[in-house]
């Protein structure tokens, strides 16, 4: 048999084919000519991007410089991770090879994974994330977008996913109770119960600004509940298993409602009754997340999900396409004065550290460790195809993430101001919106109220002031790329509503998910207490499923219609707090991999995940710092907080922004809650930190502690590891097929059999 | 067999086998081809075992999911 020069196949077994292929031969000539063509044309793409200004940028350089990265980054970074930190073992099985049951231990084609645990990852924040950050300008938010994805966030999802592999598919939330003992491990878990909270708030808060005020949203969106229910019956009763039919049925008949949105809008009948103001669509909103949430999967979530993923993939292949043929020109500065001076209207503070905050989603997020931890490791098949998945699986989430911002930078800026800013600046018609917009020294022509109102009748909403949350925008920037070259300005109100439908369908499925993983914290943690309260274990008493579910659904719907009802605008003030818990979780994720890395011996290179460990610290807590400390009141909490209570007592009945004393008693509540939550994030955060920090310090003196790692098992089949197949890999894998032609009694089991 | 016709394949031929890929995609990400998958793993390892239908996996897989939420991403 050939077996080249520097490649060694590993056997477990001598009667068996290898099951590992250890390549070290030296990159060709020719390779090396490609990957230097790739960083030539990523320089220049770079360069482009950084240096020229005006009108003449073009949205597809930001493209071309952001995959050159990932091309770079994957075959050269994440190769010297893997090499120095993961050290990965194709003789070991993994979990989904040891423990193997055919259901949530299988072991699963790359490839496929790879889609599955993209799909998992990917929601609607690095879409709506970039989108805000385009108020500083194009090059900060491209910067940290793809330098933060390659350093930072694709190395917390390699390294999570790494972690839980090693240890059965454990959660985050085990993992840092595991290594870090149990006073981490109860800062993480609360931690974690109360990011999950806000996030859930402050996504729900992104649906109701995009829906209120618009009856043909609240149609088209109201109408993929009868969609999922009426899959769900059908895959249940009528074809059971059908996934792939059921899901074409099911987005034929979302088109039609978006279609069908814009006829249910024209007619007097329609428009009286869809149209809805933001309180009564929060209210609705917490409704439905409380029914999803008691409702059983097979009826609405998982219909969702399959909806989800379809819409998600076709749409983000569509903006792909459509940034590319449309090359639209770029309409922002590349770094706006709001971010040297902090005094943006999207949302407040200056570039350090607000920027981080808010493009959480699409550089480094959080909340994929919750998601790199479980699911996926039981189904990988080598250890060495973590790479693809983990790091190759944030690359895309990055790429989706500069996708959303070229298509914000791409439209014009009076009108992107007009949609960010909040209704105190902007007065909320289209005369006073023109004012605020033509004061704020932007470049172009100033805006005019027939200008804004067009927008807005192009799209076929009623207006686009003050429409904050960045979904608005994004499908505004995208009704006019994707207008552009596919069916013109006649189409332009159906890829709005389009665009607005796929996010609200991502969120909504988030909210139902994350209302039943929190309700399930919730009874287990009650359930943990002993007493008269251990009936909270048993998942299946509905009476302890719906008080958990009542209990979660009321604590995010507070701070929801908190933000829905703020006289400062809510995503002003919650967007921060989202980025903040985005990030604290990121910091807890990547403390735990710098423990296990040095509790490892691989001292040497611990920067790998402590870099990104320190500049995330260095963020949020500059971040929670302001938030707390600031005495500027448009930044600090406490600062408005003070600043309105001590009008309030000067017996004054307006202030600010608030035009009666009952909105200066909610801005005084409001912001005794963000600032009290700024405090618990950044205490939480601090323990884990500490934690870690002693636990490193205890494993140098030890010269390195033993870790939760499971023990070995021999492998004993092979998979490839990249997404294409070697020519040494073809080799071993014909090998399996004759071995397993001759032996068909000995086709693998899993070793629980 | 000597009459081993080697046919070169033609764009029906191309077609088809692209739109297998993309069915076997497809099932794979959706999760649709996890039946086959359990099914297969019940007659390797547990060739006695009673082989439940399609409406038996599906009911028992959200059954699961229910019992054990898992987070979507934000």
Redesign the interface.
């Known amino acids: 048999m050939r077996s080249p020069e520097h490649v060694e196949l590993v056997r477990n077994n001598p009667d068996l084919p290898p099951v590992a292929v250890i390549d070290r031969r030296p990159m060709t000539t020719s390779k090396k000519l490609i990957f230097a063509a790739i960083g030539l044309v990523t320089a220049i793409a770079w360069a482009l991007v950084a240096f020229v200004r005006g009108e003449s940028v073009n949205g597809a350089y930001f493209v071309v410089a952001a995959v050159g990265t990932y091309v770079i980054a994957y075959r050269f970074y994440a190769r010297l991770i893997e090499y120095k930190v993961v050290r990965p073992r194709d003789d070991r099985a993994t979990p989904g090879e040891e423990h193997?049951?055919?259901?949530?231990y299988?072991p699963?084609?790359r490839?496929?994974l790879f889609?599955?645990h993209f799909?998992?990852?990917?929601?609607?924040?690095p879409l709506v994330g970039p989108v805000l950050a385009a108020q500083m300008g194009y090059l900060p938010g491209t910067l940290w977008i793809i330098i933060g994805a390659v350093l930072a966030g694709c190395v917390q999802d390699y390294l999570v996913l790494w972690l839980s592999t090693r240890r059965r598919g454990r959660s985050l939330g085990q993992m840092i109770r595991d290594e870090m003992g149990s006073v981490g491990g109860a800062a993480g878990l609360i931690g974690v119960f109360v990011i999950?909270i806000i996030?859930l708030a402050v996504?729900a808060l992104v649906v109701v600004n995009a829906l209120a005020e618009s009856p043909w949203g609240v149609f088209s969106v109201g109408m993929t509940i009868p969609i999922a229910l009426f899959m769900g019956v059908y895959?249940?009763y009528i074809r059971?298993?059908?996934?792939?039919e059921v899901?074409v049925i099911g987005v034929v008949l979302l088109v039609l409602a978006i279609v069908a949105g814009g006829w249910v809008a024209d007619t007097t009948w329609g428009a009286e009754t869809f149209t809805l103001d933001k309180v009564t669509v929060a209210w609705l909103i917490v409704g439905y997340g409380f029914l999803a949430s008691v409702l059983?999967?097979?009826l609405l979530?998982?219909p969702r999900?399959?909806l989800?993923?379809f819409m998600k993939v076709g749409t983000i292949v569509l903006l792909a396409v459509g940034v590319i043929v449309a090359q639209p020109a770029v309409q922002a500065p590349a770094v706006s004065s709001f971010a040297i001076e902090g005094n943006g209207p999207a949302f407040a503070g200056s570039l350090f550290p607000f920027l981080f905050i808010t493009i959480a989603?699409g550089a480094l997020?959080g909340?994929?460790a919750?998601?790199s931890s479980?699911?996926s490791p039981k189904l990988v098949e080598k250890e060495s195809q973590l790479r693809l998945i983990g790091y190759g699986g944030m690359l895309t989430e990055s790429f989706v993430a500069i996708m959303a911002l070229v298509t914000a930078i791409s439209i014009d800026q009076h009108l992107y101001f007009t949609m960010n800013a909040p209704a105190t600046l902007t007065g909320g018609e289209p005369g006073t919106a023109a004012d605020y917009v033509n004061g704020l020294g932007l470049a172009g022509p100033p805006a005019t109220a027939a200008d804004i109102q067009g927008a807005a009748d192009s799209v076929g909403e009623e207006s686009i002031v003050s429409r904050t949350g960045g979904a608005p925008t994004l499908a505004f920037g995208m009704s006019q790329i994707l207008g552009s070259f596919l069916g013109g300005s006649a189409m332009t109100a159906f890829w709005y509503h389009f665009a607005i439908m796929f996010e609200a369908l991502?969120i909504l499925?988030?909210v139902d998910?994350?209302t039943?993983?929190a309700r399930?914290m919730l009874s287990d943690t009650l359930g943990n207490l002993g007493g008269p309260l251990k009936k909270f274990r048993d998942?299946?008493w509905r009476v302890g499923a719906w008080i958990c579910s009542i209990v979660v659904c009321g604590l995010w719907g507070a701070i929801l219609l908190m933000g829905v009802t703020d006289p400062l605008g809510g995503i002003n003030t919650l967007f921060p707090l989202f980025g903040i818990a985005?990030q604290l979780l990121a910091a807890m994720a990547l403390a735990l991999v710098t423990v296990v890395v040095v509790k490892k011996g691989y001292l040497k290179w611990a920067w790998i995940p402590a870099v990104p460990l320190v500049w995330d610290l260095a963020v949020t807590m500059t971040a929670s710092y302001q938030k707390i400390f600031s005495p500027e009141p448009s930044l600090g909490y406490w600062a408005q907080h003070n600043a309105f209570r001590e009008a309030r007592d000067a017996g004054e009945t307006s202030f600010g922004t608030a035009a009666d004393p009952a909105a200066m008693d909610a801005v005084i509540r409001n912001t005794f809650l963000q600032g009290t939550l700024s405090i618990v994030f950044a205490l939480l955060v601090l323990i884990v930190a500490l934690v870690a920090l002693w636990v490193c310090v205890k494993a140098i003196r030890a010269g390195g502690l033993p870790t939760t790692e499971e023990p070995d098992a021999e492998s004993a089949t092979f998979a490839p590891s990249g997404l294409v197949t070697t020519d040494a890999e073809k080799e071993v894998a014909a090998q399996w097929t004759a071995y397993y032609e001759a032996n068909p009694d000995k086709?693998?089991?899993?070793t629980h059999? | 067999m000597s009459a081993l016709v080697a046919r070169t394949p033609g764009p029906f031929d191309v077609v088809r086998r692209g739109w297998r890929a993309l069915?076997w995609?497809?099932?794979?990400?959706?999760?649709?081809s996890?039946?086959q998958?359990?099914?297969?793993?019940?007659r390797?390892?547990?060739p006695d075992a009673a082989v439940p239908?399609?409406?038996e996996?599906?009911?028992d897989?959200?059954?699961?999911?229910?019992?054990?939420?898992?987070?979507?991403?934000?």
Request: one cysteine or more; a positive charge.
């Open positions: 193997e049951n055919g259901r949530d299988a699963t084609d490839r496929v889609g599955h799909a998992a990852i990917a929601g609607a924040g999950m996030i996504l895959l249940r059971p298993g059908r996934v792939s899901s059983p999967v097979w979530l998982a999900d399959y989800s993923t989603c997020s909340f994929h919750l998601i479980g699911t991502f499925t988030t998910a994350g039943r993983v399930f998942p299946s985005n086709i693998r089991t899993g059999a | 069915t995609y497809v099932t794979g990400v959706l999760g649709e996890d039946y998958r359990y099914v297969a793993h019940l390797r390892a547990h239908t399609v409406g996996f599906w009911r897989r959200y059954a699961a999911q229910d019992a054990n939420p898992g987070a979507r991403c934000c």
